[in-house]
């Protein structure tokens, strides 16, 4: 894990602003970013250089549109756990990696343990393979889904707006 922002690595408003343009698209040349963000292509080089050593980026993806590959049913899902050990937390949690079409899981408070993002073929599909499996895992006590009718906001851009403020 890479540690957090210090003093010696303050974000300028050109680092900002290189992150941002590559939120929205990663596949853009070093020429085209500088275009952006007004530096040379070998000033963004170096600059994405150092994000990248201090771990602000992650990794480049390509994201797929999920609907033109089959992909057309989307549930949230709300799984609660029988007990709150660790070993079953700790089962749920290695066996969810192992279901592809759960794209994330997150452990959560409130009146489920988890929340899954999960995206299948049709209604059978998640019903028979994804909501089966899942009610087979070890520790399972009861799933609730939702099944998305229309993606009103979707992004994987974050927020960058706190990072130019002062003090």
Do not use: W
């Not at 079953?88 to 343990?113: H, K, N, Y």
């Not at 520790?139 to 990072?163: A, C, D, F, M, W």
Request: glycine content about 6%; overall charge negative; hydrophobic content about 40%.
């Amino acid at each position: 894990m890479k540690p957090e922002l210090t003093q010696d690595s303050v974000l300028d408003k050109y680092d900002i602003s290189l992150l941002a343009a590559l939120q929205r698209d990663a596949h853009a040349t070093n020429q085209q970013l500088g275009d952006v963000v007004y530096l040379s292509a070998s000033q963004v080089s170096r600059r994405i250089q150092r994000l990248e050593a201090l771990g602000l980026i992650d990794r480049y993806v390509a994201l797929l549109n999920p609907a033109r590959l089959g992909l057309g049913v989307r549930a949230i899902s709300y799984v609660t756990l029988s007990h709150h050990g660790d070993e079953e937390g700790s089962s749920f949690q290695r066996d969810i990696l192992t279901i592809p079409e759960v794209l994330e899981c997150f452990a959560v408070t409130g009146e489920s343990d988890y929340i899954l993002n999960i995206f299948a073929a049709s209604l059978n599909d998640l019903s028979e393979s994804v909501l089966k499996r899942l009610t087979r895992l070890k520790g399972v006590s009861h799933i609730r889904s939702n099944i998305v009718l229309q993606s009103v906001k979707s992004t994987t851009e974050l927020p960058l707006s706190h990072l130019s403020k002062s003090g």
